[in-house]
């Protein structure tokens, strides 16, 4: 696999990242009511105040990305999240400006580091769908490593150390990514040198051998057609229209576990914490599958994947659907962790496909933008989570669930459809 050295660069750095943001994360309410004197309702304001601004920089700073040097704005961004990490550490915690600076230095530092090195992850692979998609695999492992290392490090550091000793444990991380992503540069192609090279390619092609029309070109071809087009709008309104259903896996499946399932003395935050562990495991696995086995050579096989992986999600939630169908009494632990399999799973097919999708589908010049937007869109499907919670609430888990199937269900039909049109579209464009 082409450009190795570079996924492992950008994949460990992202990993301790989000090991700090994920352990900074689980501490922050606490913080900001028992360290600096926070109601709960205001914790609560403060705390949903930063996560949007996170989302609005990342989009912000992506677009910045796209016209100033990415490795310089991602460098700066690292930076600034260590020193909002020890400015929480070090900083009067009676001050309201010790929840501002450090706050503003972070979310910062998040909006430049994240989109930025999401759109580089694609950049290893401009040429190659099939390397890019097991890149984008590896990547979100290491990603969901580092969540899984996050609780436990906090966890730890907490009850040695107190609160306050997780922001230095934080910047450390954040620093160790700084120094890794510095000192080990990766070098790539400007997007005009891929242009240029893949223009030579072509006519280089067409010289050695004049009897034959390369129609046959490389997928990721210099143009921006209708096909791309196509499959960018439809990402756009697909990933927050997914997400209010496919997330619902964290919040009223939880209830579900609660209410319904005999947890064999296990809590539901126990289950949901085999998320993690399994895409580590499953990603290691499918990587391995699609080296050898998988082709993967024309655009819309992104699609594919997608709707695979939503059809793997539609089948978790069809277990707790039929087993609230016919529920006498609690229902066994297999009707919590068999979905939780499934829903990790298919999270693998569908996440890091989206990535791959957004960074082929949108405009070369201007690819941080909509990284950043893909963020943006998610934040605004996890918004809609509640809607659910609703109904759970009000009409019944039975009605709940199947309401979900039908939705990721439709989801799934809609991604095959517009694979088809890609598919087409893409065809079209080579025959003229």
């Known amino acids: 696999m082409n450009n190795l050295k570079g996924l492992i660069v950008y994949s460990i750095t992202m990993m301790l990242e989000r090991m700090s943001f994920y352990a900074m994360m689980s501490i922050l309410i606490l913080s900001f009511m028992e360290q600096r004197g926070n109601s709960g309702d205001e914790a609560g304001y403060n705390y949903s105040i930063f996560y949007f601004s996170i989302y609005v920089s990342m989009f912000i700073m992506g677009l910045v990305g796209d016209f100033v040097n990415r490795r310089k704005i ?32 972070i979310v910062l530092g998040l909006g430049a580091f994240y989109s930025n090195l999401q759109v580089q992850v694609g950049d290893l692979y401009r040429n190659n769908f099939k390397n890019g998609a097991m890149g984008y695999l590896i990547f979100y492992m290491f990603i969901n490593a580092g969540a899984l290392i996050a609780p436990l490090a906090s966890i730890y550091i907490k009850k040695e150390f107190g609160v306050e000793a997780v922001f ?44 034959i029309v390369p ?6 071809n210099t143009g921006y057609g209708t096909d791309k087009i196509t499959g960018l709008i439809f ?15 964290g919040l009223i499946f939880t209830f579900y576990m609660r209410d319904f399932v005999e947890m064999n003395g296990q809590s539901a935050e126990v289950v949901q914490s085999y998320n993690p562990v399994l895409i ?12 050898f086995f998988v082709k993967m050579k024309k655009i819309h096989s992104i699609f594919l994947f997608i709707g695979t992986g939503i059809i793997i999600v539609a089948a978790g939630y069809s277990i707790p659907a039929y087993g609230l169908a016919n529920i006498t009494d609690k229902l066994s632990y297999g009707y919590a962790l ?5 829903f990790s799973l298919g999270e693998l097919f569908i996440t890091p496909f989206i990535f791959l999708g957004y960074y082929h589908f949108s405009p070369a010049k201007v690819r941080g933008l909509f990284m950043g937007l893909f963020i943006i869109l998610s934040a605004a499907g996890n918004q809609l989570l509640f809607l659910y919670a609703i109904d759970y609430e009000v009409f019944g888990a039975p009605y709940a669930f199947n309401k979900i199937l039908i939705h990721i269900l439709i989801c799934a039909a809609a991604v095959f459809l517009v694979c088809y049109l890609v598919k087409r579209l893409g065809g079209t464009k080579r025959s003229n």
């Open 280 to 291: 580590v495991l499953f990603s290691l696995i499918g990587v391995a599958l699609m080296y």
């Open 338 to 342: 068999i979905p939780m399999v499934l």
């Open 74 to 105: 991602i460098i700066t961004g690292m930076l600034i999240m260590t020193i909002g990490y020890i400015l929480y550490f070090m900083m009067s915690k009676e001050s309201e400006i010790s929840l501002i600076i450090p706050g503003v230095f």
């Open 235 to 249: 990402l756009a309104l697909l990933v927050p229209f997914l997400w209010s259903a496919f997330h619902q896996t």
């Open 215 to 220: 129609t046959k070109e490389n997928p990721a």
């Open 168 to 211: 230095l444990f934080c910047g450390c991380a954040t620093f160790l990514a700084l120094a890794l992503y510095y000192l080990v540069p990766v070098s790539m192609e400007t997007e005009v040198e891929f242009i240029n090279k893949q223009r030579k390619k072509i006519t280089d092609d067409i010289l050695d051998v004049p009897d």
